[in-house]
């Protein structure tokens, strides 16, 4: 017996279905992908509704998403007129019928109910998390990237391209195997140099003992960049009412500025902090984290999202990260009592989340599966009602609908772990510090007074020291900080090492004179880091005759093997620019041993070298493993090497090479670097912002293939327009190195070496180093001498001028 249709159903079937192509859809009869389907009906829910105000689609995936109850906003204009991004803007019921703005997405109403997402008729009227429609509308038209934000921020500075696009990068990672909970929770607002303020969703429980700690960061090179970024705001940042309410003025709300130096930060998997839907990039990689639950309140919405995404990116081995300011937003001043009230399940939660996702552990196969079943345990756990579980189901079905690939379950974290391999070379992440306070206010005044104040209680310190060897000469000067602010505000040079790095390079172990160093130069710079192979307790063992080590100490680790004693220093620079510090003017280089004068002049826009290019035709160091063996390494490496950013470096350097006359138009750079002639030493030099990513990779290629030192420096420096001190080789005492005190004077821009090792027990030359070195820093720093000259801009440099 046929099971099948009459004959004539099956004729009536197929005239309605010609009829509905001929007479309603046009003619095409290319099999569609699920997402050109779904453009293809949010297309026609525009022609039913008649909805004009979507815009054609820009290129290159990126999406903006807000949403807004107003006429469209200044901020709202500002984001529509970005070049690369497409805005989408979703109305609710109180924005305005005449709602238009040219070039936006703008989602009314009644196109968001007669679209295809099945999360629509889930999803509450008058509420934030409308926004979901826009993030799925944005996904379904090909989003590599969205950045969330709101209709009142307003990017600046680098705005969005402050965010880190490259697959790989380098830098800062949050990163700690403690079992302790607080020590897994990681306070953004404190690392970019407000200490007493934490963001909405910091567990109240660990704000009076919480640090971020000064062994929970790492420094890694080549990890994935992170699929979720919150760029951080200044003036008016996302805090909660409790600190508004002790800290914001009425009237005006908060006024509140991040330290402008402090780098991205990535935070490991195992690690979390929170982070709101204000400022902050999704990749693809992390679309399906971006659901807003409905069951909570405004103010805890996207808290609560956040703490939900990082778990489920950390099954697949994904990470969250921090950028440095990138937007401000002025608020409204407003009862913040009454956001007291709507964040009182923030307060009481937050840490029984964190504890929560750290504890919970998915038993099922798929990403997917598993955001189901968090979403499931949030219920069990009250964090947010049923009717969230529900609308994640749905979600998750409106992805899959369009085709959108979920992450596979990925738990190896190792690319993250820091060595603790002594003896390789071979070091993905390292350990480091770096910490900061806040140095730029709106009161510049109040800074430099600040910094004054640091300067004066520090020579106080050396004045102690120097005492204990029956030195007297320095506290009987001292001005007030505002003397010496004013002073020092005069003095332009001093002024532009404000904004410099100070890297200070140590060819051993780290064992004594930190201290000293830190007070002599610290305060005149942005940072001052120490690099070398750093073991905080022997170090404590072994730190005797020298003032204490100030906290925090900034430092970044190079083993024994990686530094093979001085030979491969200049890594440090290498390694500090992958730090990716914000806002630095330039990097000031030296060993520990050498001595700088900092008021004196050179030109901060170039390269400075205190020798340049010298001993032009020796071949000192190149005869042996780390001279012309590296560089047949290096011929070697270039030659096999497909990596399109090795190249590019590799034809600056030759392109500078035959731009300063090293090599001819027939020639290549093997050719230079294959003569095995030239040297220069390197304990002193300085590079510009400008020119330090280009340092900074074609560094790390002499670097990883070996080269020495004086070698490779030497061969960056004849690449490059640098200039040179005017003493030249005159800097270098080896064979004086005993008459330091008679070539010393304030009119060296540096010199080298002056062993610090001698002041810790020989009284003479404590005295002799406070009575020569100190003394003269103290009478130009300090008493404002002019007695010393410097080098005029008119003067020649060595080569490469």
């Known amino acids: 017996m046929s099971t099948g249709f009459p004959p004539i159903l099956l004729i009536l079937l197929f005239i309605l279905f010609l009829s509905y192509f001929v007479f309603i859809q046009p003619v095409d009869y290319t099999p569609l992908s699920s997402r050109q389907r779904l453009a293809q009906f949010v297309k026609n829910a525009v022609n039913r509704a008649e909805i004009k105000n979507v815009s054609e689609i820009k290129n290159g995936g990126k999406w903006i998403v807000v949403t807004s109850i107003s006429s469209p906003t200044d901020d709202v204009k500002r984001l529509a007129s970005f070049q690369d991004w497409n805005l989408v803007v979703v109305a609710d019921t109180k924005t305005p019928n005449d709602w238009h703005l040219e070039g936006v997405h703008y989602l009314s109403t009644e196109l968001q109910e007669a679209s295809d997402f099945s999360i629509v008729s889930k999803l509450p009227y008058k509420s934030y998390t409308r926004k979901n429609i826009g993030y799925l509308y944005a996904i379904s038209n090909g989003a590599e990237w969205i950045y969330d934000t709101d209709d009142d921020n307003k990017p600046y500075n680098l705005g969005l391209d402050q965010f880190q696009y490259n697959t790989e990068i380098s830098g800062v990672v949050y990163y700690t195997k403690s079992t302790n909970i607080s020590q897994r929770i990681f306070n953004p607002y404190r690392f970019f140099g407000l200490e007493k303020m934490w963001p909405r969703g910091f567990p109240l429980e660990h704000i009076k003992t919480h640090t971020n700690g000064n062994d929970r960061l790492a420094l890694c090179y080549r990890i994935p960049r992170p699929s979720v970024q919150q760029g951080l705001v200044h003036h008016d940042p996302d805090v909660d009412a409790i600190y508004r309410l002790i800290n914001a003025d009425p009237a005006t709300g908060l006024d509140e500025r991040f330290n402008k130096f402090a780098p991205p930060i990535t935070l490991s998997p195992g690690t979390y902090s929170a982070w709101n839907s204000q400022n902050t990039l999704f990749h693809k990689s992390a679309f399906h984290t971006m659901f807003l639950p409905t069951t909570v309140s405004f103010r805890t919405t996207d808290i609560w999202r956040s703490y939900f995404a990082q778990k489920i990116l950390h099954l697949s081995g994904l990470t969250v990260g921090f950028t440095p300011v990138n937007a401000v937003q002025f608020r409204n001043a407003h009862d913040y009592l009454k956001d007291l009230i709507d964040e009182h399940q923030v307060y009481k939660d937050a840490g029984k989340i964190v504890k929560l996702i750290d504890e919970w552990t998915c038993n099922s196969t798929t990403v997917l599966q598993c955001m189901l079943d ?209 806002n630095v003017g330039g990097y000031v280089m030296m060993a520990d041993d050498a001595t700088f004068n900092i008021w004196q002049k050179f030109d901060f826009n170039r390269v400075f070298h205190l020798t340049g290019v010298a001993y032009l035709n020796e071949d000192n160091w190149w005869t042996g493993e780390f001279g012309l063996a590296a560089a047949r390494r290096i011929v070697k490496f270039i030659n096999e090497t497909r990596d399109e950013e090795t190249l590019k470096v590799w034809k600056q350097y030759e392109d500078g090479l035959r731009k300063y006359g090293y090599i001819n138009q027939t020639m290549t750079a093997f050719d230079d670097l294959l003569q095995g002639k030239s040297r220069s030493i390197s304990d002193f030099y300085y590079v510009p912002t400008g020119q330090s990513d280009y340092y900074a990779k074609l560094m790390r290629i002499f670097y990883e293939q070996q080269l020495f030192l004086e070698l490779a420096v030497n061969r960056f420096l004849r690449s490059v327009r640098h200039q040179t001190s005017r003493e ?72 490469n001028g």
């Open 374 to 582: 968090l979403a499931d345990t949030f219920v069990e756990f009250e964090i947010w009602k049923q009717g969230d579980a529900d609308l994640i189901a749905l979600w998750i079905d409106d992805l899959k609908m369009m085709g959108f690939e979920f992450p596979p379950l990925n738990l190896d974290n190792s690319i993250y772990e820091v060595s603790n391999n002594e003896s390789s070379r071979d070091v993905i992440c390292r350990r480091m510090n770096i910490e900061f306070s806040l140095d730029n206010p709106e009161n510049r005044n109040e800074a430099a007074e600040k910094r004054a104040a640091q300067k004066i209680e520090f020579w106080g310190d050396i004045d102690d020291w120097c005492k204990e060897v029956k030195y007297h000469s320095f506290t009987n000067s001292l001005p007030s900080p505002k003397q010496l602010a004013r002073q020092h505000s005069n003095h332009s040079i001093l002024n532009t090492h404000l904004n410099n790095v100070l890297i200070v390079v140590n060819n051993f172990e780290w064992k004594f004179s930190i201290g000293l160093i830190q007070r002599i130069y610290s305060p005149y710079f942005a940072t001052t880091i120490f690099c070398g192979s750093y073991y905080p307790t022997n170090y404590s063992m072994t730190d005797s005759g020298f003032p204490r080590v100030v906290s925090p100490l900034n430092y970044v680790h190079m083993n024994p093997a990686e530094m093979h004693r001085g030979y491969f220093g200049y890594h440090c620079l290498t390694l500090v620019k992958e730090m990716m510090l914000a």
């Open 728 to 799: 030249l080789t005159e800097s270098y005492l080896w064979g004086s190195r005993g008459k330091w005190p008679e070539f010393y004077n304030a009119s060296l821009v540096a010199i080298h070496p002056i062993k610090f090792s001698g002041f810790a027990k020989s009284e003479n030359h404590r005295k002799t180093f406070c009575r020569t070195v100190l003394q003269t820093m103290h009478n130009v720093l300090i008493n404002n001498s002019h007695d010393y000259t410097m080098k005029n801009d008119t003067d020649i440099d060595h080569l």
